[in-house]
């Protein structure tokens, strides 16, 4: 099946800087992919919809100017939480879409990155 | 605004008991529905896809099926295993191409 990777799988960030994941398609070209966050013990949790060329799409209750979204290439997908707090600390997990897929409207997820706010 | 639901929240059973996890949903115009498996702290690997159109799927010793009408999904695990220790999300997908996850079924199979 398809394959998702994310970059860090793990990072550790003092209070007040930012700090940038990365999403990549590795076979195949991703026009839409996702950014969910994920709560100890919780379930996911859909922050923004990533369009290739175009503005992330929000979720209603996620800030914008806090979760910056980039989707450069078809094939990479870039979140970037500024000015880190410790609330912040979440397990973030990527998807990304296969036009070309079996089912046009399936998704494949990464592995998720583990961020750490001191 | 679709909910979904699991039940129970968490479930401990004796190896090579047979188990249900249950699913649902309030928006029955749903696409598909996908059951996945999270070990902790890891991503999701996804384990069956229910087309709307479809009743049930089978891989292995695993059986989910769907009722739209009725808003429900429960996936069947045959002869549980120690292995089959993890989390297990039920996602609804729709026509605004969004999974929507579930609460979450914690299970714990004893060796």
């Known amino acids: 099946g398809a394959v998702v990777s994310q970059h860090p799988s793990r990072v550790i960030c003092k209070s007040g800087t930012s700090v940038k994941i990365e999403c990549r398609s590795l076979?195949?070209?991703?026009?839409?992919m996702f950014w969910y966050r994920q709560f100890p013990k919780k379930s996911l949790m859909l922050m923004a919809t990533s369009n290739e060329g175009s503005k992330a799409t929000y979720e209603q209750g996620v800030e914008k100017d806090k979760f910056l979204i980039n989707h450069a290439s078809l094939t990479l997908s870039t979140l970037t939480v500024t000015s880190a707090h410790p609330e912040d600390s979440s397990f973030y997990i990527c998807?990304?879409?296969?036009?070309?897929?079996?089912?046009?409207?399936?998704?494949?997820f990464g592995p998720g990155t583990r961020l750490t706010v001191t | 605004k679709q909910e979904v639901t699991q039940i129970p929240a968490a479930l401990s059973v004796p190896e090579g008991e047979n188990l249900v996890l249950n699913c649902s949903f309030t928006d029955s115009a749903i696409y598909n529905l996908q059951w996945f498996r999270q070990d902790p702290g890891k991503g999701l690997t996804s384990l069956l896809l229910i087309q709307s159109s479809q009743r049930e799927q089978t891989s292995g010793r695993l059986n989910a099926s769907l009722d739209k009408s009725s808003g429900r999904s429960t996936l069947y695990i045959a002869a549980s295993q120690p292995g089959d220790s993890a989390t297990y999300l039920c996602a609804s997908f729709s026509g605004t191409y969004k999974y929507i996850f579930g609460t979450g079924t914690r299970l714990k199979v004893l060796a």
């Open positions: 076979d195949f070209q991703a026009t839409t």
């Open positions: 998807s990304a879409r296969d036009p070309g897929g079996a089912f046009s409207y399936e998704q494949y």
